[in-house]
């Protein structure tokens, strides 16, 4: 785990600015293909550009639908995960609807991501619940949803909320999982000593926009 290779595959290589520009995505491309990271994790608007970028490398090309607050109608969110997959994305980070679980309209949720899910078939699914928002028992009921909508992931959070991924949630989900999904922790990792506890404690995934640092800092 500790090797270079090792910590490399596990991460989304992000940068989702809102003044992104052509050239960063040209970098963060050029970056994940030398580091040998798992995906590049961009906005919509750049996801043609970064499969154009990654051609004929083995990076990925994740894509986010309802960022970063959730709150589109279901059609907008549709419409926004078809596009991304035609347009080249092999992987989705979609925020759930976070006010209507708040509200407890748990089935709205679950039913909302289904339907994405379900229209989007050859795509990676990471479901956004933005646990900076949650209660210990809310995180146990996102856990119950995200494994019954059908997504490959749970992720923890979009770095837009006041805190990002928390050892203790990564160690709940892994014990009350039992291998039904995967882990993805995403907000405020910045150094390797983080990712490596991240791992440990039981993420699948690291995304971050401080990859660098984290593989500089091994």
Known sequence: MDSFLDISKYIDHS???PYATFEDIEILCKEAVHYRFHSVCVNPFYV??????LNGSNVKVCSVVGFPLGANTPKTKLVEASTAINDGADELDIVWNIGAFK????????NELKTIISYTKDAVHKIIVETAYLSE??????LDIVINAGAEFIKTSTSFAPSGAKIEDIKLWKKIADGKIKIKAAGGIRDYKTAVEMIKAGAD?????HSIDIIKGR
Do not use: H, Q
């Open 205 to 209: 995934r690291i995304g971050s926009s």
């Open 48 to 53: 043609k550009y970064a499969k154009t970028m």
């Open 137 to 142: 028992e809310e995180k146990r009921i996102a």
């Open 15 to 17: 940068n989702l600015k």
């Open 103 to 110: 509200s407890g309209d748990y089935s709205f949720v679950e």
